[in-house]
């Protein structure tokens, strides 16, 4: 609006000359958030964010699909099959048993079905089809499709007597949420192709998020939704095992970590007689471990939603994950365990990760094969 | 194909649907998990024992489970084994026999041939057959019904020290002098699978199994004046024979 009296232009000519002030003041200024539960609820669930943790998730995620399976190749038959450990017949007897009796929750498999080429054809099948649908969904192809799958195959796999309840129990939550993100991703906020709506956005596959620019995604309800989801079903998990800490004795003493660096049948009298002269702090250090671990499962819940407490929760799924794999042999939980802490990471805080440790990799690769191709190119034209 | 820069705005009905499935989501997980036995605790009674969940759960994780949770794998409460650090170390034997009684093969649970993962699958399998429960004996003296035999109970019998053997007794012959223990039937139908699948795969007509274990070793026993190889001593626990062709 054209501004004609004196007072009028004065006014307007402050107005423009702190304009540039004004500006870096609102640019600075958090914007306005509007509270109440409902608000804050909505934002939570709700706030569209760009997919990059989503992706990084389902990587690494089904990384560790693959190393929970691919060491086991050598006895899938033995493990899955209805002729392996735990044949037909002791299935129909244990599901005779009364509830609780059986302390693996087998529950439905698909590797329960014998067709007329007998069970065994079948493990093979699915094994391999099963290795192949988690390596296509790593990689980020049709992940619509092959997240339903993964999921599928990562419920089936859990049908066996040798199954950790402890361990294996926790990859179908990682597996359930990413099939629930894949299928949702994209649908509200991006024009899809058919082939797209179908089978997923191309977007997200492992070549794309590596060596694509930064915030390329387009910002995403189900991306949010989906780790939202996990991340509140990680703080359940972590603070239940808390509690259930401080219902054992062994806790409160500060002895619980002795007991998985003192396997019963490994010991024998002269390892003890080694450590009785450090006996004091031995146990000091264990007391002080196990009471560090209790503090950081039971105040989780703070760790992981505040942003300037980020360290401790990531330092502390770091520590948990070593000490999983080194004190209890768990090859799987500790991983586990760390993929769900880096779950509570932003979306920049992914972006930032990304253009630190990946993208340079791939970009070094793609200069130190550009003069290559060039010097090849220029040998084909001159021969 | 082009992504859009910004989301449009979810419109309310979808925001009230995602929000009631994540309120029912967490519900069943939250009830399944109150559900869960604590402890053990000190009772009057003076013996630790576990306690059941709330009552007003009881009802509710029963229909959340069977109808939701189980689908979906997700029935673990997350109270894990691995918090119970005292549990025993259990490794178990299997001495495959041919059709003339003669010894094929002895193998032994985890395998230290086999890789960790696998070693891993092993031990949770010898886990299944660690954990006995206790045999009660019957009040008072006990007569079958007419025409009726007497109910049969499977206990882990001494036939030396620090030797056990799977027996199977009539229900008023346990004994009522001393602590009876005897298998899960879960552990029975663990072990009895295992031989049959043993046997199979290495052409044996009978398999023995027997569990190795030992207790928990106590961190106190480092403040021990002398610790002797006598102190951790190794239970030797035979579940029997089982033969192939029956």
Redesign the interface.
């Known amino acids: 609006m054209k501004t004609d009296s004196p007072r009028e232009k004065t006014e307007s000519a402050i107005t423009e000359l702190d304009r540039p002030r004004a500006r870096g003041i609102a640019a600075e200024a958090p914007p306005e958030v509007p509270t109440g539960w409902r608000n804050a609820w909505v934002r939570f669930w709700f706030t569209p964010t760009p997919p990059v943790g989503l992706h990084w998730m389902r990587v690494l995620a089904g990384l560790l699909f693959l190393s929970w399976l691919v060491p086991l190749a050598g006895e899938r038959t033995a493990l899955f099959g209805l002729h392996g450990w735990l044949d037909k017949t002791a299935h129909i007897e244990a599901s005779r048993l009364p509830p609780g009796a059986v302390p693996v929750p087998f529950g439905w498999s698909l590797l329960y079905v014998e067709p007329s080429g007998g069970n065994e054809t079948l493990v093979e099948a699915f094994w391999w089809g099963g290795i192949a649908v988690i390596a296509l969904f790593t990689l980020g192809v049709a992940t619509r499709i092959t997240g339903v799958l993964t999921w599928l195959v990562i419920v089936s796999f859990l049908a066996s007597p040798a199954s950790s309840p402890d361990t294996d129990y926790l990859l179908p939550i990682l597996a359930f949420y990413l099939m629930l993100g894949y299928l949702l991703l994209g649908f509200w906020n991006s024009r899809l192709s058919p082939v797209e709506r179908l089978l997923g956005l191309h977007r997200g596959s492992v070549f794309a998020l590596f060596t694509g620019r930064r915030g390329e995604a387009a910002p995403s309800y189900a991306a949010n939704f989906a780790i939202r989801l996990l991340q509140v079903h990680f703080a359940i998990i972590v603070v239940t095992s808390g509690l259930h800490k401080l219902q054992l004795g062994d806790w409160w003493r500060g002895a619980a970590y002795w007991y998985p660096l003192h396997p019963p049948l490994e010991m024998t009298a002269a390892k003890l007689r080694a450590e009785q002269g450090a006996a004091n702090f031995i146990l000091f250090c264990l007391s002080l471990g196990s009471y560090v671990a209790l503090a950081w499962q039971l105040t989780f819940p703070l760790l992981a939603f505040r942003r300037r407490l980020r360290s401790l929760l990531l330092i502390g799924g770091g520590l948990g994950c070593l000490g999983s794999i080194f004190m209890y042999g768990e090859l799987t939980f500790g991983p586990a365990y760390a993929i769900f802490c880096l779950s509570y990471l932003s979306a920049k805080e992914w972006e930032w990760l990304t253009d630190r440790l990946v993208r340079p990799l791939f970009s070094r690769a793609g200069t130190e094969a550009a003069p290559a191709m060039a010097r090849k190119s220029r040998v084909k034209a001159t021969t | ?8 705005p ?1 419109p309310g009905v979808l ?1 009230g649907a ?2 009631v499935f ?1 309120g029912l ?2 519900l069943a ?2 009830v399944h ?1 109150l559900a869960a036995p ?4 000190v009772t009057p009674m003076g013996v630790p024992s576990q306690a059941t969940g709330p009552k007003f759960t009881e009802k509710l994780d029963e229909a959340v489970t069977t109808a939701y949770l ?22 178990f034997e299997v001495r495959l026999k041919d059709a003339d009684g003669q010894l094929i093969k002895t193998l032994r649970f985890p395998s230290p041939q086999a ?4 070693r ?3 031990a ?2 010898a886990q ?1 057959l660690g ?1 006995d429960e206790p045999v009660q004996p019957l009040p008072g003296e006990v007569i079958p019904a007419p025409g009726q035999k007497m109910k049969k109970k499977t206990i882990w019998e001494p036939v030396g020290p620090d030797d056990l053997e799977m027996r199977e007794i009539d229900e008023h012959l346990v004994p009522k002098n001393r602590q009876v223990f005897g298998p ?3 552990s029975l ?2 072990a ?3 031989a ?2 043993l046997c ?2 290495y052409g044996a007509a009978s398999a023995e199994l027997t569990r ?6 106590m ?1 106190e ?3 021990a004046p002398k ?3 006598e ?2 001593k ?1 239970l030797t626990t035979r579940f029997g024979e089982y033969r192939h062709e029956n």
């Open positions: 194909m082009s992504a859009k820069r910004s989301a449009p979810l925001i995602a929000s994540v989501h967490f997980i939250g998990v604590s402890g053990p605790w189980q689908p979906l794998h997700m029935t673990h409460n997350y109270h894990f084994n691995g918090n119970r650090g005292d549990t025993p170390g259990v490794a890789n960790a993962w696998v891993q699958r092993q949770m399998l299944q954990d899960r039937p879960w139908i663990v009895r699978s295992y049959r699948y199979r795969e190795l274990s030992r207790q928990a070793v961190p026993i480092l403040f610790i002797e190889d102190e951790l190794t």
